[in-house]
């Protein structure tokens, strides 16, 4: 069976069609195309046209002129839409014309980075000419690392690599940096948050070091579709740059169904579970031969999944391995292995992750199921991309959970179709950030007194501070590394912490082996002592946690639970930086809290049933995070008119709330921001509600939601007053269950009172 | 909370007090010499070319002169990357009058390219540039620093003696490891007292930044000027064995002497020390690599007395029984004995103490195949 005929058997089935909100078509697009720019080097043209391209998309082609014109670009454009060539024909041509010319691509991970430097071998030897490609990362051999320094034209890693691995080292890559006229950043809407904000200190560096050799790279940059693509580059860069986004690339009839799961119990509006609709949506596909990706939220969700879906096409030995799994710690030589199975059509149904959401070329699929809103836009748009490629039909399912933020979109598709994808924020100068790169800094040439380092603010305060430590020595004019470590050594651009746990495998006593890893904020979460484990379908109970080491050792079992930790979270307050009176008395602040989360227990829980099925101690050191928040606490008066448990319940509500609201107005991702409410605040020593930015230092988050304040307590007052039910549902301030039966009640009153005399914006 | 609270409240480390500022300008780096006297390098003498080519043939210039060999050594800030510093960079030469030692050290910042101008310049007066690990660590350091300064680091290109690499094939076998501290002590019989560990160098330095008391790097010099000293005593001493290595004292060394003769194609001196070496603790192994060297000389007569010598006596394990019976299988043909000789490796096998647990399994399948294989041989002529 076919995708068409799929959606039509599906249109007339009524069963399934009343739990379908909305089905939208979006209709096939032609190409545009355009002839070969004639600033490309014409020793190009055969290249291209033997690969069957006689002319260039127009997004292509623009984007070409304006790099060749001497400008820094973006190129902002789907999946699948040929946005390699935007820097891989400009690049070649400037190596042509000047075989010195060097250029640098960076990609977020090293499996992007094999798939793109493949695509750029096959080009170069059709072109007959010697231009070497040579990646540099963690697996390059270090017999050849010599040879990539001293005669590599294009040097393909990644920002890690490039960070302790390059840039401290750039004595031995003079000819790169003497040369360099291009730098190539792929994925760049990866590089938001605590990522995004290291990456352009890397290229504050980076640039600072080209300086010194007197070269003037250009950057290419591409992104998948965001917000602010132009913003986001020149925040990485520090520079203006061109924006091109006028996509040329064709595109087939897509088919977008909403999906939400009926309602079962509708005093408590609990709806029939988001597993298992996508268990049976899924296992339909996988029936009807339709190559489909399944994406999960959770590593659980994938794992719960993979098994369900498993056990639907065991053959007679138990194998099935046409289903696979694929998430963030698989090894990467098992990860590349699943790739290779979708690109040449050996995995017929896969399920993940958002670790498959990046550019790794999986062929394409027919069909794409969502299970749960994967929390942005624009992530939704990237995973609906992986089905259905240039030319034939596709279609998407996106199954509602009862969470709150799954049912506003499920309820509002227009909002999801219409409205413009999420912002990616980066803040290059958070103080922690930016301090471990100016010791890099530091380190890789002295700062003269007046440098700038881009447009860090006040570099003179820091390198004075630094001096201060004593890990810079000033004299003559210039601050000088003067500290026997390595800093670049010990900062992880991907976390606050560097160090990740590994999982070993104590199943066979004679042969440990290591199933994968993982880092160590999520560690107390999924691999505290008796969790149940999942790696590829298979059951693991963790033995030991060694957290000091950073090993856990699991050893296989035939539970049929699976295990969800609960985490605790406490904050205290380390700076106030703006106060503002709130209407009633409250006052709303924005300031600086020390967050401590702790997993203190976790449930078991049954498979197929997920009932719960008892508890489990965890006992396992909390870990520390400075933040950015900016939080209100209530009116006395207000909070002395409660009484009993309403004040509790109602702070609950506005904390439940406000956790769909902010994503929504900040335009960002749900687990980049956290919201939580004290009765009795350490912070202020009032009942208080805090949101705050999930990442040290904090990406600006705070800030934006502290300048929307009012809009925010609109928004969440506007939800819980137009929804229907009686006394909390998950759709709005929390199911009775957990609100109490007076908890929405109590929230919009305190929501009332907040807002009462500003007026929304 | 104003900036500098800030990153005090972010950073874990405490406030620690501030460097004095006195800054003085200067015009050139800290230079000093000091001169040994030839007596303290027993075997200058007999250094020649002939003798270190035996040690390391691919770097020995054409007209070599013991005279224009330059010692070097630094002491740096940290163990490499664009920040670690060379502060101290100590070169030494043997003169008319005795060894010569300089040091240049730079009392601050601005004094590195005077200092650096130094090494270019002392680079260009000699041929061959000696040190212990310089070929990883302390050229590529400098290189690295004259980049760093907009320097051409062309003069560092000398022909370049690592003693590293041949120490290590002379003496890890009874070393274990081969620092040069290690080698002072139990190859030169001088070790040091109260010497300081290089761990602790790169710490004195920045103490005396924040202090500006020279004397803080006393150690630091000492220290270095000894390492510069060693050096050539360790090269002449080197060299005398690769002459004379009937006195190297441990077989060991001598076996090892063997090995690395071998390695630079010296067939016949090789030999020597294998034999040298066959009475002691290693003799087993010094007779088997004497038998293969007559062997794959072509000599497999030569070869085969020494292998029935050392089941005479018991020597080398299994290494002779498999070593004849591949003779008789492959060259003789006499099967009968190939597979007399392989159930006697076999038995010999399981004497516990022969083999180390690991490497019996591998040697054990290789003897079962050998003696199915001679088995089916026989029964075939048969």
């Known amino acids: 069976m076919n995708v068409t005929q799929l959606a039509d058997r599906l249109r007339n089935d009524e069963n399934f069609m009343q739990n379908v909100v909305r089905w939208e078509v979006q209709p096939a697009r032609e190409a545009r195309t355009v002839p070969f720019p004639d600033s490309l080097d014409a020793r190009l043209l055969p290249v291209l046209q033997k690969r069957g391209i006689h002319q260039l998309y127009t997004h292509q082609a623009h984007s070409i002129e304006a790099t060749l014109r001497g400008e820094d670009t973006v190129i902002v454009t789907p999946t699948a839409s040929g946005k390699t060539m935007c820097y891989n024909l400009p690049v070649l041509s400037a190596i042509l014309r000047d075989p010195d010319a060097r250029a640098l691509y960076l990609f977020p991970t090293k499996a992007l980075s094999a798939d793109q430097v493949s695509e750029l071998y096959e080009m170069i030897g059709d072109l007959g000419v010697d231009i070497k490609t040579c990646t540099y990362d963690g697996d390059t051999p270090s017999a050849a690392r010599k040879a990539v320094r001293q005669a590599g034209h294009i040097v393909v890693t990644n920002p890690d690599m490039l960070h302790s691995g390059i840039l401290p080292h750039h004595t031995k890559w003079v000819k790169l940096f003497e040369n360099l006229k291009y730098i190539v950043v792929d994925e760049i809407h990866t590089y938001r948050g605590v990522f995004g904000s290291n990456l352009a200190n890397v290229l504050r560096r980076l640039t600072r070091l080209c300086e010194f050799y007197g070269s003037r790279p250009q950057y290419i940059l591409c992104s998948a579709t965001i917000a602010n693509p132009a913003e986001l580059a020149s925040t990485l860069t520090g520079r203006p740059v061109t924006l091109i986004d006028d996509n040329g690339a064709p595109m087939g009839e897509r088919h977008f169904v909403f999906y939400n799961p009926p309602v079962v119990n509708r005093q408590l509006g609990i709806r029939e579970g988001c597993i298992p609709v996508t268990r049976s949506i899924s296992g339909m596909l996988l029936k009807n031969g339709i190559r489909a990706i399944t994406f999960a939220r959770s590593r659980l969700t994938v794992e719960v999944l993979t098994k369900y879906l498993k056990d639907m096409v065991r053959d007679p030995l138990g194998n099935a391995g046409r289903v696979r799994g694929y998430r ?17 059509g050996e995995v017929d149904a896969v399920v993940s992750t958002n670790a498959l959401e990046l550019g790794v070329d999986i062929g394409s699929l027919d ?33 509602a959970s009862s969470s709150a933020l799954d049912q506003y979109i499920v309820n509002h598709p227009d909002y999801f179709l219409r409205q413009s994808p999420e912002n990616a924020l980066l803040n290059p100068d958070n103080l922690y950030i930016l301090l471990n790169h100016f010791k890099c800094a530091a380190f890789e040439l002295p700062f003269r007194d007046d440098e700038d380092f881009g447009n860090a603010p006040s570099p003179g305060e820091l390198l004075e501070y630094l001096s201060e430590q004593n890990i810079l020595h000033h004299v003559g004019g210039k601050y000088h590394w003067s500290a026997e470590d390595f800093p670049a050594s010990e900062i992880s651009l991907r976390s606050a912490t560097s160090e990740n746990f590994v999982i070993i495998d104590i199943t066979d006593p004679a042969r440990h082996r290591v199933i994968g890893e993982m880092d160590r904020f999520t560690a107390p979460m999924l691999l505290h002592e008796n969790a149940i484990y999942m790696h590829e379908a298979k059951l693991y109970q963790v033995e030991k946690l060694d957290f000091d080491a950073c090993k856990a ?99 609950l509500g506005v904390a439940n709330l406000l956790r769909i609201v902010c994503p929504l107005y900040l335009m960002c991702a749900p687990q980049d921001i956290a919201v939580q409410y004290q009765v009795r605040s350490p912070i202020t020593d009032k009942p208080t509600v805090i949101i705050y930015d999930n990442c040290p230092g904090g990406i600006g988050l705070s800030d934006k939601a502290f300048g929307m304040r009012s809009l925010l307590l609109e928004k969440a007052l506007q939800i819980v007053t137009d929804c229907t039910c009686e006394c909390g549902c998950p759709s709005c301030a929390g199911p009775a269950g957990e609100i109490g039966t007076n908890g929405k009640q109590a929230a919009i009153r305190i929501l009332r009172e907040l807002t009462k005399d500003e007026p929304a914006r | 909370m104003n900036l500098r609270d800030k990153l005090r409240a972010i950073d874990a480390s405490p406030p620690r007090k501030p460097a004095p500022s006195a800054e003085v300008q200067r015009t050139d780096c800290r230079c000093t010499s000091e001169i040994r006297p030839v007596s303290d390098f027993p075997g200058f003498g007999e250094l020649n070319r002939e003798t270190l080519m035996l040690m390391q043939p691919d770097c020995i210039p054409d007209c070599f002169d013991p005279y224009r060999i330059l010692y070097m050594d630094t002491e740096t800030t940290g163990l490499g990357g664009s920040g670690s510093v060379a502060f101290l960079v100590g070169v030494g030469r043997m003169g008319e009058n005795g060894f010569e030692i300089r040091q240049y050290l730079m009392r601050d910042y601005p004094e590195e390219p005077y200092l650096l101008e130094h090494v270019a310049e002392d680079f260009g007066r000699f041929d061959l540039l000696c040190t212990f690990n310089g070929r990883s660590f302390d050229v590529p350091l400098l290189e690295s620093r004259f980049r760093m300064n907009r320097m051409n680091p062309a003069p560092l290109r000398l022909p370049h003696l690592d003693l590293l690499y041949p120490a290590r094939r002379l003496w890890k076998l009874r070393l274990g490891h081969c620092t040069l501290g290690d080698l002072e002590a139990r190859v030169l019989g001088i070790p040091r007292t109260g010497d300081l560990p290089g761990s602790e160098v790169p710490q004195r330095y920045f103490s005396y ?159 079962k195949y050998r003696y199915d294989r001679l088995k089916r041989k026989i029964a075939q002529k048969e």
């Open chain 1, 328 to 344: 963030g710690g698989y090894l990467p030589t098992e990860r590349r292995e699943i790739e290779h199975g979708l690109r040449y």
């Open chain 1, 367 to 399: 069909a794409c199921v969502l299970c749960g809103y994967p929390g942005t836009i624009a992530a939704a748009w990237q995973q609906a991309g992986r089905a259905g490629r240039r030319r034939s039909t596709s279609i998407v399912f996106f199954i």
């Open chain 1, 553 to 651: 050792y699991i050893r296989q079992t035939e539970a049929g639970y699976y295990t969800d930790a609960d985490l605790n979270v406490s904050l205290s307050l380390l700076d106030i930086a703006e106060e503002k009176p709130v209407p009633g008395g409250g006052v709303c602040a924005l300031g600086e809290v020390k967050v401590t989360a702790l997993v203190t227990m976790f449930k078991k829980i049954r498979f197929d049933t997920h009932e719960t099925l008892g508890f489990g101690p965890v006992r396992l050191p909390e870990t520390d995070m400075h933040t950015t928040a900016m939080w209100w606490t209530l009116p006395d008066e207000l909070c002395a008119s409660f009484t009993g448990d309403a004040l509790k319940n109602g702070m």
């Open chain 2, 209 to 367: 930044l924040k202090t500006g008391q020279l004397c803080m790097l006393d150690d630091v010099l000492t220290h270095n000027a000894q390492d510069i000293a060693t050096l050539c005593v360790l090269l002449c001493r080197m060299a005398h064995f690769y002459r004379h290595p009937e006195e190297l004292c441990h077989q060991e060394d001598t076996f090892s002497m063997g090995r690395a003769l071998e390695k630079t194609g010296h067939h016949t001196e090789a030999r020597r020390c294998y034999r040298l070496a066959e009475h002691g603790r290693v003799g087993g192994k010094a007779s088997g690599a004497l038998a293969r060297s007559w062997r794959r000389a072509g000599e497999t007569e030569e070869a085969v007395k020494i292998w029935q010598r050392m089941i005479e006596t018991r020597k080398g394990g299994v290494t002779p029984y498999i070593e004849l019976a591949k003779y008789h299988e492959h060259r003789t043909g006499d099967l009968e004995t190939a597979l007399d000789l392989t159930r006697r490796a076999m038995i010999l096998l399981y004497e516990p103490a022969l083999y180390a647990e690991g490497s019996v399994q591998d040697t054990e399948n290789a003897l």
